[in-house]
């Protein structure tokens, strides 16, 4: 059993930066995947950001080169660095983790296994 914690959320102007952070406990032996999702408003949860359990890292093309994904393999600790946010990027951020590749979770193929109880994030203009 995997457990997700996150931390980090809060409120930033437009153009700031926040780091969102989600500590695993258990573990997941072979191939896994560690990710975030975003659920607007009324919307249901979408992917953001994934990194393999080789280092390989997957995002959706409206956060390219603003979000960053890394993980702390000896803390068991998953991280997205937000920056230039926008008002768009409000929403609920959930850390997710599942033992198989990213791409399925990506595509959509697959739903996490487990999930983070979510950290808002909040863009004002």
């Known amino acids: 059993q995997v457990q997700l914690a996150e931390s980090g959320g809060g409120s930033v102007q437009a153009g700031g930066s926040l780091t969102l952070s989600c500590v695993a406990s258990?573990?997941?032996?072979?191939?896994?995947?560690m990710a975030w999702f975003r659920q607007f408003p009324g919307k249901e949860r979408e992917f953001v950001a994934a990194?393999?359990?080789?280092?390989?890292?997957l995002y959706i093309d409206s956060v390219k080169g603003r979000f960053a994904v890394s993980k702390d393999s000896g803390k068991n600790t998953l991280h997205l660095q937000m920056r230039n946010l926008q008002p768009e990027d409000t929403a609920m951020y959930y850390c997710?983790?599942?033992?198989?590749?990213?791409?399925?979770?990506?595509?959509?193929?697959?739903?996490?296994?487990?999930w983070g109880q979510g950290s808002q994030v909040t863009v004002s203009s």
């Open positions: 258990g573990y997941m032996f072979g191939p896994h995947c």
């Open positions: 997710a983790a599942d033992p198989y590749r990213c791409v399925g979770i990506m595509r959509y193929t697959r739903e996490p296994q487990y």
């Open positions: 990194i393999d359990f080789d280092g390989s890292a």
